[in-house]
T-cell receptor, first 112, second 113 residues
Framework: GENVEQHPSTLSVQEGDSAVIKCTYS??????FPWYKQELGKGPQLIID?????GEKKDQRIAVTLNKTAKHFSLHITETQPEDSAVYFC???????????FGAGTRLFVKA | DAGVTQSPTHLIKTRGQQVTLRCSPK?????VSWYQQALGQGPQFIFQ???????QRGNFPDRFSGHQFPNYSSELNVNALLLGDSALYLC????????????FGPGTRLLVL
């Protein structure tokens, strides 16, 4: 069935360093790839998304890349700050908002 | 601009009972999706409602049912609760014409004893 794998499950970095989270998806029909940040006791918050007609997208310290051929997509956070500490989820979906599949999450720790 | 709201925030039930969770979508949104998030895992899609109809469904039993009202708000009902139903239940809203972007509410944490 449809699946999204996410790595690593835990990531610890020093403040100011970069963090990279990688995901792969199985459904070749997926064309929408959002990333969510979830803080303790809260719902997931959309931080950036990318569509399959775009290979890369950047928003300040956050960037996403997509390789449709390899079915890989990645989240890059530069100049990490302690407030970036949270659980990050990747997801794969399709046009029209049909069933979005989430990865298992990456717990990011940014050490001051 | 109000975001997605859910009620209640926490709920404790016993096995065999029934529960109803509620969701109000972000202003202007017409589609509501429900997800179950077990501890330490990613959200799992339960079903999606649009125009008061269930549009698609994930791999959840018929004990899970829902409803969407004319004002686009939605309810999730779970019958015959099992211990394994303990989780955070998330509602996400979107606008069907603009596509895929979903915005999540804070969730309802359900504990089944």
């Amino acid at each position: 069935g449809e699946n999204v794998e996410q790595h690593p499950s835990t990531l610890s970095v020093q403040e100011g360093d970069s963090a990279v989270i990688k995901c792969t998806y199985s459904d070749s029909a997926s064309n929408y790839f959002p990333w969510y940040k979830q803080e303790l006791g809260k719902g997931p918050q959309l931080i950036i998304d990318i569509r399959s007609n775009v290979g890369e997208k950047k928003d300040q310290r956050i960037a996403v890349t997509l390789n449709k051929t390899a079915k890989h997509f990645s989240l890059h956070i530069t100049e990490t700050q302690p407030e970036d500490s949270a659980v990050y989820f990747c997801a794969a979906g399709k046009t029209g908002g049909f069933k979005t599949i989430f990865g298992a999450g990456t717990r990011l720790f940014v050490k001051a | 601009d109000a975001g997605v709201t859910q009620s209640p925030t926490h709920l404790i039930k016993t096995r065999g009972q029934q529960v109803t969770l509620r969701c109000s979508p972000k202003s202007g949104h017409d589609t509501v999706s429900w997800y179950q998030q077990a501890l330490g895992q990613g959200p799992q899609f339960i079903f999606q409602y649009y125009e008061e109809e269930e549009r698609q469904r994930g791999n959840f039993p018929d004990r899970f049912s829902g409803h969407q009202f004319p004002n686009y708000s939605s309810e999730l009902n779970v019958n015959a609760l099992l211990l394994g139903d303990s989780a955070l239940y998330l509602c996400a809203s979107s606008l069907v014409v603009s596509g895929e972007t979903q915005y999540f509410g804070p969730g309802t944490r359900l504990l089944v004893l």
